[in-house]
């Protein structure tokens, strides 16, 4: 009980501190609300535990095996997370029409996201050496670690998607849209920043 306990301290810490997905989810419940956004939430909350146990029934050996395919996974997610920020950055401006550009993301692209976010790694890394391998602890303890994500990044994204759609009401105008979306796509630049150096 009290390793469940710390686990579910450890995976809501580090659900609900800033990083790639917050920065992400919070942008786009500002742009265009909960419930558009509500895809981009669901697909955070399967698409980390889905990696997190991929990575513990033997992905993390190929990285072992092979460490230049996590170096070039680590340019490639930089690279990837750049674009996004640039889409990011452009987006949610109301055209002539005073209809905002842009769309969130869909389940899909949040949950196949979790591959290329840094923090992402972080914390399936962090998570398996807290609680152990599949074959020390056994499949049963490792559906139980994945449940405890899914519970707590659909927390923490939904928090934080709700905090988005709070600030909205701020950014009314397309300069003001223009603002917080360039400094949402920094932000999401300089949470790469640490993992990538």
């Given at each position: 009980m009290n390793q469940i306990l710390a686990l579910l301290g450890f995976a809501l810490v580090t659900a609900f501190t800033p990083g790639p997905n917050n920065t992400m989810v919070?942008?786009?419940?500002a742009n265009w609300g909960f419930m558009r956004s509500a895809p981009h939430v669901l697909g955070?909350?399967?698409?980390?535990?889905?990696?997190?146990?991929?990575?513990g029934f033997g992905l993390g050996a190929v990285f072992?095996?092979?460490?230049?395919?996590?170096?070039v996974l680590r340019y490639v997610a930089f690279a990837y997370l750049v674009f996004l920020a640039w889409k990011l950055?452009?987006?949610?401006?109301?055209?002539?029409?005073?209809?905002r550009t842009g769309k969130p993301l869909t389940f899909f692209q949040a949950a196949l996201f979790q591959w290329v976010n840094p923090k992402a790694w972080v914390m399936a890394v962090g998570a398996l050496a807290l609680f152990g391998e599949p074959s020390?602890?056994?499949?049963?303890?490792?559906?139980?670690?994945a449940l405890i994500f899914v519970l707590a990044g659909w927390s923490s994204a939904a928090t934080w998607c709700l905090f988005g759609t709070a600030i909205a009401r701020f950014i009314d105008t397309g300069r003001r849209a223009a603002i917080f979306n360039g400094a949402m796509a920094i932000l999401l630049v300089v949470s790469m920043l640490p993992s990538l150096l």
């Open positions: 919070m942008a786009s419940g955070i909350g399967i698409g980390f535990p889905a990696m997190l146990l991929a990575v072992e095996a092979f460490p230049i395919v996590h170096i950055a452009r987006s949610g401006r109301p055209d002539a029409a005073g209809v020390a602890v056994g499949a049963a303890p490792m559906l139980m670690l």
